[in-house]
Nanobody, 120 residues
Framework: QVQLVESGGGLVQPGGSLRLSCASSGTFLSINDVGWYRQAPGKQRELVATITRGGSTDYADSVKGRFTISRDNAKNTVYLQMDSLKPEDTAVYYC??????????????WGQGTQVTVSS
């Protein structure tokens, strides 16, 4: 079983930066693919960025060149560095991890979300 702790959200001015963290703990064999998603009020949840265990990354077109996803496998932590933030980046950001249990089964688990507000 895995527990996730997301942190790093807050209020930032347009053009500013934030770094989100998603730390996994608990009993599992490995944390595999991890994705950051966001959901703005009145909108559907959308994929922002993903990273495989090996470090391959992918981004939504809307954040390419501004956001960087990375991970520290030794700490079971995934980061989302967000630069050049825009008001339209305002949303609740969630991480989703895929992990392998001690019984070699694969599960998905969502974090509780962290609010990011970009406003002057």
């Amino acid at each position: 079983q895995v527990q996730l702790v997301e942190s790093g959200g807050g209020l930032v001015q347009p053009g500013g930066s934030l770094r989100l963290s998603c730390a996994s703990s608990g009993t599992f064999l490995s944390i595999n693919d991890v994705g950051w998603y966001r959901q703005a009020p009145g909108k559907q949840r959308e994929l922002v960025a993903t990273i495989t265990r090996g470090g391959s990354t992918d981004y939504a077109d809307s954040v390419k060149g501004r956001f960087t996803i990375s991970r520290d496998n030794a700490k079971n932590t995934v980061y989302l560095q967000m630069d050049s933030l825009k008001p339209e980046d305002t949303a609740v950001y969630y991480c989703k991890v895929t992990y392998t249990s001690l019984l070699f089964r694969t599960y998905e688990y969502w974090g509780q979300g962290t609010q990011v507000t970009v406003s002057s």
